[in-house]
């Protein structure tokens, strides 16, 4: 697996910090059959114990060494003290809707993930077009506007209409992609035929993103929590980071919420 970063003196320095980090609790797959590449990580709730992280990375893309610094930058955020959770708080109206929102969650947490590593992806001398999966967006906005105005909009309707301008933004932003701001422009101007106060909440994302809070490991758990709060999303629950050992495996550090 990784001798796809094998030409690339630059990518030693973060091979070497995920083994030192992970040990052998870092796993790699790949295969030409994986539909993209993507890293996991496995550990148990309750009590909280490590597992293992996993990559998979799909192989016979134009981009295998690209897609790999990619997911191993998200690992290396880990070793770099940014934390994670285990679940979300959803009450008793949004319980329906639980596993809608742990996609968007997921989702948003991913986005905010790559606005971290995107310029250290970039300092290994990759291209910016390369960073993430650049794909039009899979609903038509204007029709998706118009079903939803017709229906009435269910709960987690406004977060949807909030991730999806984020994915456009973000493509557009950090992958180079002109036209991905013109779709992020496109999902203001429909989602605000369902929900008025849509343009003013995205002003608000721009302005979270241009404080930068998420950017620091110590601030990022209330910076997320802003977000989610912005994009009226449950709390997410359970904030873990994980703590290094010498020469051993992580162990999970439970985070007091309010901690921050
Ligand atoms: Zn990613």
Known sequence: MLRHLRSNRNAAALVRGIFN????TVHFTEDASLPKSDYQLDYDSDPP???????RLQLGTAHVRESLAHELLHLDTFRRRFPTYRGIEANEGLKPYKDDLIRLVTELRNLVDHEIIQSDFLALGYSEKLFARFAPPAVDYEKEAKKVEASGPNPVNFSVWCLEYSKNWNTSRLCGYPQAAEWAESVRHWGSRVHPDLPAVIAGMHQWLEKGEFRDPTTFIAAFGDLLQ?????RVVGWFALEARLAKPPVIWLL???EG
């Not at 980090?21 to 052998?24: L, P, T």
């Open 21 to 24: 980090f992970y040990g052998d």
């Open 49 to 55: 114990v490590w597992r293992q992280a996993v990559v």
């Open 230 to 234: 912005l994009m009226r999303l449950p």
């Open 256 to 258: 007091d919420e309010s």
